[in-house]
C-alpha cells in the first residue's frame, strides 16, 4: 500500500479525536399486577439507552420510565466501562 505525501500530511496534521456519549438518569415503576403484591418499589437507574429504548429493552408496558436528567460523558462505553457520575454530583455544597 503506497501513502501518498499529501495524505501523510494530512493524518499526521489531524487534530486528536475525542469521544463521548450520553447518559440518562431514569425512575422505573413496574405496571405488573404482581407488583402491588409483591410490594415492589420504584428504582433510579442511569443506563445510556435514551428513554424509548430502555422502556422497550427493558420491559415494554410492564414498566414506567420517568425521565430525570441527562449529561455527556467523556469516553466511551466499550469494555463495561462504568457510566461517568453526574457533574452536579461531585460539586462540594456551599458553607
Not at 61 to 68: N, S, W
Request: aromatic content about 14%; some cysteine; hydrophobic content about 40%.
Amino acid at each position: 500500500m503506497k501513502v501518498t505525501t499529501p495524505a501523510l500530511i494530512l493524518l499526521l496534521a489531524a487534530p486528536a479525536v475525542f469521544a463521548e456519549y450520553r447518559a440518562y438518569q431514569y425512575l422505573v415503576k413496574t405496571n405488573a399486577a404482581f407488583a402491588v403484591a409483591t410490594n415492589a418499589r420504584a428504582q433510579y437507574l442511569t443506563s445510556t439507552l435514551n428513554p424509548a429504548m430502555y422502556q422497550s429493552y427493558h420491559g415494554g408496558t410492564y414498566i414506567t420510565v420517568e425521565f430525570l436528567r441527562t449529561w455527556m460523558c467523556p469516553g466511551y462505553t466499550g469494555l463495561k466501562t462504568p457510566i461517568c457520575d453526574h457533574p452536579y454530583d461531585k460539586e462540594t455544597p456551599l458553607p
